[in-house]
């Protein structure tokens, strides 16, 4: 493999997809009645549901590409809302279509990034960054929904999953002591050095964590003004779960309040598997399946995933491809000596 390349999905990918889209449909066809009744409640819905259902996935979007861009330019690279935002979507839909994707999204980020004035080291940086800002914002409307829930829904598995992520919390808390402190870096590169006289594996983990470390330098040193792209990525976790629960007013369905952001919220980690092209099947499932543990009927559980993932997905992957295809043919056209840039995207 060429450097630079990205490994395609493997036999194992290929069979777990299979195995999963085969078990959805065994499924389908054992809740016939559970999606009657969801076909029924979606052909009622309300229009103004849609539409403000619509609006707060827009805003949604426009609060994730503000992260990436408030990181390019506090880097040095100026970035325009416009082409900020069409870039994040083209790599979304890069993402959420093709099989592997998030590994595609992430090269093809990283080589416009690179290309557009933003440099390598700046381009990772961003990716990186940007990436963290929304697994802890993400974490935290996990906890938040887990304080709201109580003791009702699946208590025990809660219990684990909050574990697990905060084992990826003290990771991300390593990585910010190196980033942030240098008696912290040169206390842990001592520590290193010594273990690293028996193994050369873990030296070479401490020049993988010291460059990654370096590139997020690149973009900010200060904390406080990291508080508005946190806010952005709050943001842009809150106006998707708005989207769902405006979903659930459109079709007329209660809304379980007291376990919606965890149900959210571990909804969007479960997606994060990306065992099927668009996480199709996995998102739906998880979804209805948690919506029913807290107390919603399973026929109204149905109508509400689809419409939240027409609204949320379906309807941004033709938007999404539309600015990859326009974001490639305006570097066609700036490769042609004289060619102005498209003014769509200044």
């Known amino acids: 493999m060429t450097r630079g390349a990205v490994a395609g999905p493997g036999w194992l990918w290929w069979l777990c997809t299979g195995l999963i889209l085969v078990a959805a449909g065994l499924v389908a066809l054992s809740r016939r009645h559970e999606l009657v009744e969801a076909y029924h409640l979606i052909t009622r819905v309300r229009l103004p549901g849609v539409v403000v259902a619509a609006v707060f996935e827009a805003m949604s979007v426009l609060c994730f590409a503000a992260v990436p861009r408030w990181l390019l330019r506090t880097g040095g690279s100026q970035w325009s809302m416009g082409r900020t935002a069409c870039t994040t979507m083209a790599g979304n839909a890069v993402a959420g279509a093709l099989p592997g994707g998030a590994a595609f999204s992430a090269a093809w980020m990283f080589r416009y990034l690179s290309r557009r004035g933003a440099g390598q080291a700046l381009a990772a940086a961003v990716l990186v960054t940007a990436g963290a800002l929304s697994a802890l914002s993400l974490f935290l409307l996990l906890v938040t929904g887990v304080l709201v829930a109580g003791s009702s829904g699946p208590d025990a598995f809660v219990r684990?999953?909050?574990?697990?992520?905060?084992?990826?919390?003290?990771?991300?808390?390593?990585?910010?002591?190196?980033?942030?402190?240098?008696?912290?870096?040169?206390?842990?590169?001592?520590?290193?050095?010594?273990?690293?006289?028996?193994?050369?594996?873990?030296?070479?983990?401490?020049?993988?964590?010291?460059?990654?470390?370096?590139?997020?330098?690149?973009?900010?040193?200060?904390?406080?003004?990291?508080?508005?792209?946190?806010?952005?990525?709050?943001?842009?976790?809150?106006?998707?779960?708005?989207?769902?629960?405006?979903?659930?007013?459109?079709?007329?369905?209660?809304?379980?309040?007291?376990?919606?952001?965890?149900?959210?919220?571990?909804?969007?980690?479960?997606?994060?598997?990306?065992?099927?092209?668009?996480?199709?099947?996995?998102?739906?499932?998880?979804?209805?399946?948690?919506?029913?543990?807290?107390?919603?009927?399973?026929g109204q559980a149905i109508a509400v995933t689809f419409f939240y993932r027409v609204v949320s997905f379906w309807a941004l992957q033709p938007i999404g491809w539309a600015c990859l295809i326009g974001l490639t043919f305006e570097s066609a056209l700036e490769s042609r000596k004289g060619r102005p840039r498209a003014r769509w995207l200044r």
């Open 160 to 298: 684990r999953v909050v574990g697990a992520l905060m084992v990826a919390l003290a990771g991300g808390l390593v990585i910010l002591g190196l980033y942030r402190f240098t008696g912290f870096r040169r206390v842990l590169r001592r520590v290193w050095a010594r273990t690293g006289r028996q193994s050369r594996r873990v030296v070479n983990a401490e020049d993988a964590l010291i460059q990654l470390a370096e590139q997020v330098r690149e973009v900010q040193p200060r904390l406080l003004p990291w508080l508005r792209p946190f806010a952005f990525a709050v943001l842009n976790w809150m106006l998707d779960a708005a989207c769902l629960t405006t979903g659930m007013w459109a079709l007329g369905v209660d809304v379980p309040w007291h376990g919606l952001l965890f149900v959210y919220a571990l909804t969007q980690i479960a997606s994060t598997l990306r065992l099927t092209p668009g996480n199709l099947v996995i998102a739906e499932v998880t979804l209805s399946a948690l919506l029913v543990v807290y107390g919603m009927q399973p």
